[in-house]
């Protein structure tokens, strides 16, 4: 059964940088797109960024591109998301995902297979 766990969450001032790391145990994620997805206090889940299964495709949300970089270390079955120019909009509870779909399917139709269990991104001054 394959897990996932997410780390590298903190508190971090406006204006810093976060890296993300999603680690996976059970399956190798070689054979899995990945996404991220955020879910602030009162707000529905959303995604973020998800990555193809060899890492050729990336997709976006508005409010994070530029900022935001998705990547794998298929060898190291590990995900990363780099933050960047964190705002404080960008706190919420971050999640890792995996699934067989596309990046678009999983990223805005939230077309997942496993969770990870999440880690806390604080921005603030």
């Known amino acids: 059964q394959l897990q996932l766990v997410e780390s590298g969450g903190g508190l971090v001032q406006p204006g810093g940088s976060l890296r993300l790391s999603c680690a996976a145990s059970g399956f190798g994620l070689e054979d899995y797109v990945i996404g991220w997805f955020r879910q602030a206090p009162g707000k529905e889940r959303e995604g973020i960024s998800c990555i193809s299964v060899r890492g050729f495709v990336t997709y976006y949300a508005d409010s994070v591109k530029g900022r935001f970089t998705v990547s794998r270390d298929n060898a190291r079955n590990t995900v990363y998301l780099q933050m960047n120019t964190l705002k404080p909009e960008d706190t919420a509870l971050y999640f890792c995902?995996?699934?067989?779909?596309?990046?678009?399917?999983?990223?805005?139709?939230?077309?997942?297979?496993?969770w990870g269990q999440g880690t806390q991104v604080t921005v603030s001054s």
């Open positions: 995902a995996a699934g067989g779909t596309t990046v678009q399917a999983m990223c805005v139709s939230l077309t997942v297979d496993t």
